[in-house]
């Protein structure tokens, strides 16, 4: 595995493998690998030629308060990690070199961004949507991997490539989970034993709406009736939203079809966890 820290560098390596006409797999991440992060490695294996990930916390997306300084930072054991899992290139940039030729200017991530975590954290998709169209630029995938786990974020991948006309093809991955449902999460380390038994309040939250969903129940209202509950009779769990959409616009719907989303989101102690299930799909 090549470890490439500056731009320049990458775009080097890059147009080596471009040269050869072998097919390049986009892995964006913040770090601290778990099984989730290196599930994409294993998709984006099976797409292309070359695996580069890149291992960068991107303090635009960050908002003052949330956890920009104290987010998990382990450089060494993401690279062996990385390295295990087959990952070709490695990208750590430093802020520095990220952001070399200014912060300025932004991706304006319009209406799909101003709902559920975009109202929790403004302008957090602004700094996401900024990095991942400057890492298509810089890298200049053919497919770019990314988790269901973050449902908007995806959905929000989605419109940046299709409105900006970035030739990329987008993969999404099924949320890998811990034995007991937990989703996987970098935050999870933020999380006390006590947090640790609440937090599965989110994925069985979930579940519960998805067995009413396959027994029939459509009605939205209902389905979020279901999740809601499951969260509220948690002690510890602060409900933010539990939303039921559409997987296009992210959109709240009245009948919850094959393909619509339920999105739960809720504090835990101090952190903040999410979780999302696609109704009728594998992975849900
Ligand atoms: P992050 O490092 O949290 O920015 O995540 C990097 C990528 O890994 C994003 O595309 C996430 O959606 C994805 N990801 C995070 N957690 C999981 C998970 N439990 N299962 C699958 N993908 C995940």
């Keep these: 595995m090549q470890h490439v820290t500056t731009i320049a560098e ?17 892995v964006p991440t913040m770090g601290a690998l ?64 990220m952001y070399r030729a200014g912060g300025e200017i932004r991706i304006v991530a319009g209406e799909t961004a101003s709902r559920w975590e975009g109202a929790a954290r403004p302008g957090h998709f602004e700094g996401v949507l900024t990095v991942v169209a400057k890492l298509f630029n810089i890298v200049q995938p053919d497919v770019a991997c990314f988790g269901q786990k973050d449902i908007q974020q995806v959905t929000l991948v989605r419109h940046l490539i299709a409105q900006l006309d970035f030739p990329i093809e987008l993969a999404v991955v099924p949320t890998v989970r811990e034995a007991d449902g937990l989703a996987l999460s970098s935050r999870n380390v933020y999380l006390n034993a006590a947090d640790r038994h609440a937090a599965l309040a989110l994925s069985r939250a979930l579940q519960a709406a998805v067995t009413r969903w396959e027994a029939g129940e459509r009605t939205a209202a209902t389905l979020r009736d279901v999740a809601l509950a499951v969260l509220a009779g948690t002690s510890g769990v602060v409900t933010d939203y539990v939303a039921v959409v559409d997987g296009m616009r992210m959109l709240p719907v009245d009948r919850a079809e094959p393909g619509s989303i339920i999105a739960v989101a809720a504090r835990v102690g101090s952190t903040r966890l999410i979780d999302n299930v696609l109704l009728g799909r594998r992975g849900a």
């Design 10 to 26: 990458l775009r080097a390596v890059l147009g080596r493998e471009r040269h050869q006409a072998r097919r390049i797999a986009l």
């Design 34 to 97: 778990h099984e989730g992060h290196l599930t994409l490695v294993d998709d984006a294996r099976l797409r292309a030629d070359v695996v580069v990930m890149s291992l960068f916390v991107n303090p635009l997306q960050f908002r003052p308060g949330e956890d920009f300084e104290k987010y998990p930072r382990h450089l060494e054991a993401d690279r062996a990690r990385a390295e295990a899992r087959g990952v070709d290139v490695l990208f750590a940039p430093t802020v520095e070199e």
